[in-house]
């Protein structure tokens, strides 16, 4: 059985950071891996992606200030969100989810139908 699930988000003042968390296990293919944020009564927005190779793509729009890493524990990955420089309009639910590794590929980018979601952390930016 996949897991996803994320952990790390809070309170921080504006240009702050925060790193983000999500934990994949039980799935041993190739893959790709995403994060996303959503705010109520918006749709979810793409932040970026890391594939099993390390490979990494960003929405032009957060590139500058938000990076994605993952290390591998056994039949476990840590996919990490480092946000910086954080603005009250980063306030979102975060979210993290897992498929094959070619939905990492630039043709797919962005893209909402991945099959394996976690439940999302919360980040709060006050100004």
């Known amino acids: 059985e996949v897991q996803v699930v994320e952990s790390g988000g809070g309170s921080v003042q504006a240009g702050g950071s925060l790193r983000l968390s999500c934990v994949v296990s039980?799935?041993?293919?190739?893959?790709?891996m995403y994060w996303y944020r959503q705010t109520p009564g918006k749709e979810h927005e793409a932040i970026g992606t890391?594939?099993?190779?390390?490979?990494?793509?960003?929405a032009d729009s957060l590139k500058d200030r938000f990076i994605i890493s993952q290390e591998k524990v056994n039949n476990i990955t840590i996919m990490y969100l480092q946000l910086n420089s954080l603005k009250p309009e980063d306030t979102a639910m975060y979210s993290c989810?897992?498929?094959?590794?070619?939905?990492?590929?630039?043709?797919?980018?962005?893209?909402?139908?991945?099959?394996?979601w976690g439940k999302g952390t919360q980040v709060t930016i006050s100004p």
């Open positions: 890391i594939d099993s190779d390390g490979n990494t793509r960003y």
């Open positions: 989810a897992a498929d094959q590794k070619y939905y990492c590929l630039g043709v797919w980018f962005p893209y909402y139908g991945m099959e394996y």
């Open positions: 039980g799935y041993s293919s190739s893959y790709c």
